[in-house]
């Protein structure tokens, strides 16, 4: 099963929901979010997309990359400029893809479930498409 871990720099708003999407839509993957400078919480209008979506879970929450320490990942996906630039070096070589959305936190409801379809129309088929062999 391929692991995906998602960076973002707040792991609040986008990776929390690409991670969600992931493990709801793509069957057979499992993702894994993290923060760059994690907030430390999920942003509630995120928790409420994901909510409204029926896919939320309790146990995702705002991490820092030390907390996924030990954990192998086949495809490591940065969601935001700042996380693309400052991706940390993993101990084995990962391929890396960015995807990069607009980031809702501090905007209406509707911000947040404009990034919810972004990601699940853009970001969902560019990773079975990698994994699929497509370029």
């Given at each position: 099963?391929?692991?995906?871990?998602?960076?973002?720099?707040?792991?609040?708003?986008?990776?929390?929901?690409?991670?969600?999407?992931?493990?709801?839509?793509?069957?057979g993957?499992?993702?894994?979010?993290?923060?760059?400078?994690?907030?430390?919480?999920?942003?509630?209008?995120?928790?409420?997309?994901?909510?409204?979506?029926?896919?939320?879970?309790?146990?995702?929450?705002?991490?820092?990359?030390?907390?996924?320490?030990?954990?192998?990942f086949?495809?490591?996906?940065?969601?935001?400029?700042?996380?693309?630039?400052?991706?940390?070096?993993?101990?084995?070589?990962?391929?890396?893809?960015?995807?990069?959305?607009?980031?809702?936190?501090?905007?209406?409801?509707?911000?947040?479930?404009?990034?919810?379809?972004?990601?699940?129309?853009?970001?969902?088929?560019?990773?079975?498409?990698?994994?699929?062999?497509?370029?």
């Amino acid at each position: 099963m391929p692991k995906i871990l998602v960076l973002c720099t707040g792991n609040s708003c986008r990776s929390i929901i690409a991670e969600a999407l992931i493990n709801a839509k793509l069957e057979g993957f499992e993702a894994r979010s993290s923060g760059v400078k994690p907030s430390g919480k999920v942003n509630p209008n995120a928790k409420k997309v994901l909510q409204a979506h029926g896919i939320w879970d309790e146990s995702y929450h705002s991490k820092e990359l030390s907390e996924l320490e030990g954990e192998e990942f086949d495809l490591v996906v940065t969601v935001c400029d700042h996380a693309k630039e400052t991706c940390p070096i993993f101990p084995k070589p990962i391929p890396k893809i960015h995807e990069g959305f607009e980031d809702p936190d501090g905007k209406a409801y509707e911000a947040f479930e404009k990034t919810y379809e972004e990601i699940e129309s853009r970001l969902l088929p560019r990773i079975e498409a990698i994994f699929n062999g497509e370029k």
